[in-house]
């Protein structure tokens, strides 16, 4: 071992650390650099290797942050706090806590985007783990090693849909890196205990495959019998390696995404941040909205654009949440109305994906709609005949949601609820700013990217980001707080209403709908200790040896501090 926390006569914590020289200042978790005290530099031969200046971390963190506004463009600001997590991951965290809401763009959406389509030519120093088809009969070697022994949460990809941007083969490792950054950074959860994976699968993106420079396995993708084979592997060595493990899948594609998260969902602690994170967080910002406009959740028509794995998943969450308002399961069905690329789907069509059947309107619904064509209702139709008093978009389709759209819409509703969620921002279905001037400011609005801040009655405004980081992070340290065995759509619901419970909204109409980036550590806290009750209650938890739960889950949280070293 290279080193092991301990604590001295007065119960202060230190770590007993092997390493020495460069080796010690080579290790991103242990390096301190200018803040190694002359006692440490004296006891482990680092006279000599480091300026003699005796620094702390508070000024670091303002050295590094006056490095990162240094940089021209988002991709240099991006692959700089990439190295600093390399190098040492103690003030990498501590600046994304000091700085979260200038970062927080860079360090996942929409930078990570651009981190992954250039991840090829970026790259540096290995981080997580990737697996490639042809190592597949290695896996459990892999996985052996020492180094893994206190990773409790997986990230996992193979990269074939990252965000709106499509197959980035193994430059999708980005995604499960930034993905795990957020656990730490927004819940607490130790570096040690994260793991990012890439399954490299190959990759059909013909720009990598020519490319002399990709990393990946330059194959085209593996499919069928071989792919499922390859994953049954992977799950199969981590359930045996890691009893305890939670495993979030990110941006697989659909025809993939949706049948191994039922495939799996049974046989361990595992989720799918793109179909329930994004629905738990859509859900919250909702349960928040309904609040500024004073109607019931149960009389909300809503219309979704994109009726992939997340527009389902987002309804599925919402429609079980209409049905604990008061609604029969039909009268909750009725109250949807989901778009994707043969028109608004209806329950004649032959094409239906399972997961997308449950949301198909009946042909008789539209029976007196005025139509162009009844076997293709576009958004607008729907707009037009339904009156939804919620729009949510997860297309990937930039500016589909237009002014003759949005300005129909606002005809109808009062307050209209406008979600634009696709990411990066290049993919928003539409810009805050012109939602609220098509309006006339009523519009209630939560989008998947950042934005810069609108003029909301003559006074800037916060846009809100319905950015999953509100849910995953306290999700997975809620579910590891208590080892809970499985993760049922409940918690999802839990954690939705908790972070409905956080909304500044609540107190005041006027305010925002989400809290901002810089309370997210008690927004996770909140998450977490909603979710881990929720694996206590369902008897799904294998620790339940706790006095008070919040005081339990806040001394896990890890801090980015220096602790003292000595010899070991």
């Not at 069928?224 to 390696?241: Q, S």
């Not at 595992?270 to 500024?292: E, K, P, S």
């Not at 297309?395 to 949005?406: H, K, M, R």
Request: a negative charge; one cysteine or more; proline letters at 7%.
């Amino acid at each position: 071992m290279e080193y092991q926390l301990a604590k001295d006569s007065d119960g202060k914590p230190y770590l007993k650390v092997a390493l020495t020289d460069f080796s010690l200042i080579s290790h991103p978790l242990l390096n301190k650099g200018t803040a190694f005290p002359q006692k440490e530099r004296e006891a482990f031969g680092l006279i000599g290797l480091l300026p003699p200046s005796e620094t702390n971390l508070t000024i670091q963190r303002a050295r590094s942050f006056e490095a990162f506004q240094s940089k021209a463009s988002d991709i240099e600001k991006y692959i700089y706090l990439r190295d600093l997590q390399d190098s040492n991951e103690t003030l990498f965290y501590s600046l994304i806590q000091e700085h979260i809401t200038e970062l927080m763009p860079i360090v996942y959406t929409p930078i990570v985007g651009l981190g992954c389509q250039r991840y090829s030519h970026i790259y540096r120093r290995p981080r997580g783990v990737f697996i490639s088809y042809p190592d597949r009969d290695h896996i459990e070697q892999i996985f052996a090693n020492p180094r893994f022994n206190e990773v409790k949460v997986i990230v996992v990809s193979d990269g074939e849909r990252i965000l709106g941007l499509g197959d980035q083969g193994a430059g999708g490792m980005g995604i499960p890196i930034g993905k795990l950054a957020l656990y730490t950074a927004c819940a607490g959860i130790p570096p040690t205990a994260t793991l990012p994976v890439l399954l490299d699968t190959g990759t059909n993106n013909p720009g990598l495959q020519k490319d002399p420079l990709y990393i990946g396995w330059q194959h085209e993708r593996v499919r069928g019998k071989d792919y499922i084979e390859f994953i049954d592997a992977f799950v199969t060595t981590i359930k045996k390696r890691f009893p305890h493990i939670l495993l979030q899948w990110e941006d697989f594609a659909q025809e993939n995404a949706n049948p191994l998260l039922e495939r799996y969902r049974d046989q361990l602690c595992t989720f799918n941040d793109d179909i329930q994170g994004t629905a738990a967080v859509a859900a919250g910002t909702l349960f928040a909205a309904i609040r500024v406009t004073g109607t019931r959740l149960r009389d909300q028509r809503i219309a979704v654009l994109g009726a992939g794995s997340a527009g389902c998943g987002i309804s599925k969450l919402i429609m079980q949440a209409m049905i604990e308002d008061g609604l029969s399961p039909q009268e909750a069905k009725q109250r949807f109305f989901l778009v994707d690329q043969p028109g608004l789907l209806l329950d004649d069509m032959i094409d239906l994906l399972p997961f997308q059947k449950p949301f198909a309107q009946s042909r008789n619904t539209i029976t007196k709609w005025q139509c162009d064509n009844t076997n293709a209702i576009s958004l607008k139709e729907v707009v037009k005949n339904v009156h939804p008093t919620l729009l949510i978009g997860v297309s990937g389709q930039p500016g589909v949601f237009t002014e003759e759209i949005v300005r129909e819409m606002a005809i109808h509703v009062e307050r209209p609820v406008i979600f634009p969620l696709s990411n990066p921002t290049s993919r928003s279905e539409a810009n805050p700013t012109d939602l609220m001037n098509w309006t006339n400011e009523k519009a209630v609005i939560g989008t998947g990217s950042p934005f810069g801040e609108m003029i909301k009655q003559g006074n800037p405004f916060r846009v809100d980001q319905t950015n999953n980081c509100y849910i995953f992070p306290g999700m997975g340290l809620g579910l590891i707080a208590v080892k809970a065995r499985r993760v049922t759509e409940k918690m999802f619901m839990a954690a939705a209403k908790a972070l409905a419970d956080c909304s500044p909204a609540k107190a005041d109409p006027t305010a925002n709908l989400l809290p901002p980036l810089t309370t997210i550590r008690d927004v996770s806290l909140q998450v977490a200790v909603a979710v881990a009750q929720e694996a206590v209650a369902e008897g799904i938890a294998d620790f339940t040896e706790y006095r008070d739960l919040e005081t339990h889950i806040h001394e896990m949280m890890w801090m980015p501090e220096y602790l003292p070293y000595k010899k070991w």
